[in-house]
């Protein structure tokens, strides 16, 4: 294969951006409406999406097949059949009113990598497998992370009893994908099957365009704490009520959410705050609010300093609260563990981002992703690609082609030069 020289002083290999974006248009018009992008688990969509990426699959050169949770698997055998593998992967549900690029270019970027090793016949000392995961988002059964799950041999059968908004069961929506909800556990692999599980995935956020690189490389998946707060004072009369004597619970929450915010600015160690939800009651013009419930979402790159801030953060809430007279409850929706990428793949993951001639740029992953589960059976690794604006989850969110070329090839660097972790730690 022909190598032609980089602005960055390194090597590149023949674009493999002009195909990606291409099969990223292709995949992004498989959508429940035309007006927006939906593709959600077990539907109509998500089953012709399915095939498609066989089809890729099976075009570079991979065996594919459709797994027992509705992952999309491919394996690329190495120098002889059943070796360990490396997995790659990302999931290729998406959430309503999507954009094109979350999820589905780690699994397409992957496919491309493949498909090149396999035109110049070349044949690694291990497998490659690609995962098309199911269902990351979580929107139809409001549980996320279900094809990892199942992968990872952790999957909740209770959840096949959740519902969807048309009542139906996510048992009943996978018999009509064609899928037997029995034989989840067939999914299943265990940690000796894979060397390790790696994900491409656009950033989600502004920081590598700050910095005016196309790649990052992630240090870890930050963990989440959720919490669902009611601050309750004394409803009353706009007009009558005087000031000094209000129990104003809005007034108490909008105190509430700028502590949060100011907390986390000052932090200085990756720790993130967000009031995603705020509903007052009666929720009339005239009328003082007597009850408001919040969220609040807090994250951060260590799970210590995580579970630290939410303690601080509640005892500033619980204060505002008694000072200004109002009652509190205030509770743990979700908690989620930070995934640390293992250092032996970091390393290995910079060493191929310098290759291509590109700054190092570490950061943390804000977002969720499937090596949340993955980390149960193997060490993760990820390679961020900017996005414009920092977009994601939405019709605006997009990669430049040159960026999802040099993701490619980042990644390709990685795969050819992957050493195993018993070789990687000699």
């Given at each position: 294969?022909?190598?032609?020289?980089?602005?960055?002083?390194?090597?590149?290999?023949?674009?493999?951006?002009?195909?990606?974006?291409?099969?990223?248009?292709?995949?992004?018009?498989?959508?429940?409406?035309?007006?927006?992008?939906?593709?959600?688990?077990?539907?109509?969509?998500?089953?012709?999406?399915?095939?498609?990426?066989?089809?890729?699959?099976?075009?570079?050169?991979?065996?594919?097949?459709?797994?027992?949770?509705?992952?999309?698997?491919?394996?690329?055998?190495?120098?002889?059949?059943?070796?360990?593998?490396?997995?790659?992967?990302?999931?290729?549900?998406?959430v309503r009113d999507a954009g094109k690029w979350d999820g589905p270019l780690g699994v397409i970027t992957a496919i491309a990598c493949v498909a090149d090793l396999n035109r110049r016949?070349?044949?690694?000392?291990?497998?490659?497998?690609?995962?098309?995961?199911?269902?990351?988002?979580?929107?139809?059964?409001?549980?996320?992370?279900?094809?990892?799950?199942?992968?990872?041999?952790?999957?909740?059968?209770?959840?096949?009893?959740?519902?969807?908004?048309?009542?139906?069961?996510?048992?009943?929506?996978?018999?009509?994908?064609?899928?037997?909800?029995?034989?989840?556990?067939?999914?299943?692999?265990?940690?000796?099957?894979?060397?390790?599980?790696?994900?491409?995935?656009?950033?989600?956020?502004?920081?590598?365009?700050?910095?005016?690189?196309?790649?990052?490389?992630?240090?870890?998946?930050?963990?989440?704490?959720?919490?669902?707060?009611?601050?309750?004072?004394?409803?009353?009369?706009?007009?009558?009520?005087?000031?000094?004597?209000?129990?104003?619970?809005?007034?108490?929450?909008?105190?509430?959410?700028?502590?949060?915010?100011?907390?986390?600015?000052?932090?200085?160690?990756?720790?993130?705050?967000?009031?995603?939800?705020?509903?007052?009651?009666?929720?009339?013009?005239?009328?003082?609010?007597?009850?408001?419930?919040?969220?609040?979402?807090?994250?951060?790159?260590?799970?210590?300093?995580?579970?630290?801030?939410?303690?601080?953060?509640?005892?500033?809430?619980?204060?505002?609260?008694?000072?200004?007279?109002?009652?509190?409850?205030?509770?743990?929706?979700?908690?989620?563990?930070?995934?640390?990428?293992?250092?032996?793949?970091?390393?290995?993951?910079?060493?191929?981002?310098?290759?291509?001639?590109?700054?190092?740029?570490?950061?943390?992953?804000?977002?969720?992703?499937?090596?949340?589960?993955?980390?149960?059976?193997a060490d993760v690794a990820m390679l961020f690609v900017r996005c414009r604006g920092g977009i994601s989850h939405n019709p605006a969110e997009h990669v430049e082609p040159a960026d999802?070329?040099?993701?490619?090839?980042?990644?390709?660097?990685?795969?050819?030069?992957?050493?195993?972790?018993?070789?990687?730690?000699?």
């Amino acid at each position: 294969m022909n190598e032609i020289p980089t602005a960055g002083g390194g090597a590149a290999r023949s674009p493999l951006g002009t195909e990606i974006v291409s099969r990223i248009n292709q995949l992004g018009a498989i959508s429940e409406t035309s007006e927006h992008l939906a593709r959600i688990f077990l539907s109509p969509e998500h089953r012709v999406a399915a095939d498609l990426i066989m089809c890729w699959m099976k075009d570079a050169g991979m065996a594919a097949h459709l797994d027992a949770i509705g992952n999309v698997c491919g394996r690329y055998e190495g120098g002889r059949p059943g070796l360990p593998c490396l997995m790659l992967g990302s999931h290729y549900d998406t959430v309503r009113d999507a954009g094109k690029w979350d999820g589905p270019l780690g699994v397409i970027t992957a496919i491309a990598c493949v498909a090149d090793l396999n035109r110049r016949g070349v044949r690694l000392p291990f497998a490659i497998e690609i995962v098309g995961f199911a269902d990351e988002e979580g929107v139809r059964f409001a549980s996320t992370l279900l094809g990892s799950r199942a992968i990872a041999d952790t999957f909740d059968q209770s959840v096949l009893d959740a519902r969807d908004a048309n009542g139906l069961t996510m048992r009943e929506a996978m018999v009509q994908f064609g899928l037997d909800p029995s034989g989840i556990s067939a999914a299943a692999r265990k940690r000796g099957d894979l060397h390790a599980y790696v994900e491409l995935h656009i950033e989600q956020g502004p920081v590598l365009e700050q910095q005016n690189l196309p790649v990052g490389v992630v240090t870890a998946i930050s963990g989440a704490t959720r919490l669902a707060a009611n601050l309750a004072g004394m409803a009353g009369h706009a007009g009558t009520v005087p000031m000094a004597l209000r129990r104003d619970a809005l007034a108490g929450a909008a105190e509430c959410i700028v502590a949060v915010e100011q907390f986390c600015a000052a932090d200085g160690a990756g720790l993130v705050g967000t009031i995603g939800v705020i509903n007052a009651m009666p929720g009339a013009t005239n009328v003082i609010p007597g009850r408001v419930y919040f969220t609040l979402d807090i994250r951060a790159p260590e799970d210590q300093h995580r579970k630290q801030a939410v303690a601080a953060i509640v005892q500033r809430i619980e204060a505002i609260a008694e000072r200004r007279d109002l009652s509190l409850q205030i509770d743990v929706t979700h908690e989620n563990r930070t995934v640390p990428c293992a250092p032996w793949l970091k390393a290995q993951m910079a060493d191929a981002v310098a290759a291509e001639g590109y700054g190092v740029f570490e950061l943390p992953s804000g977002a969720g992703h499937d090596g949340m589960a993955m980390i149960d059976i193997a060490d993760v690794a990820m390679l961020f690609v900017r996005c414009r604006g920092g977009i994601s989850h939405n019709p605006a969110e997009h990669v430049e082609p040159a960026d999802a070329d040099a993701g490619a090839r980042v990644l390709l660097r990685f795969i050819e030069h992957f050493r195993p972790p018993e070789a990687a730690k000699a």
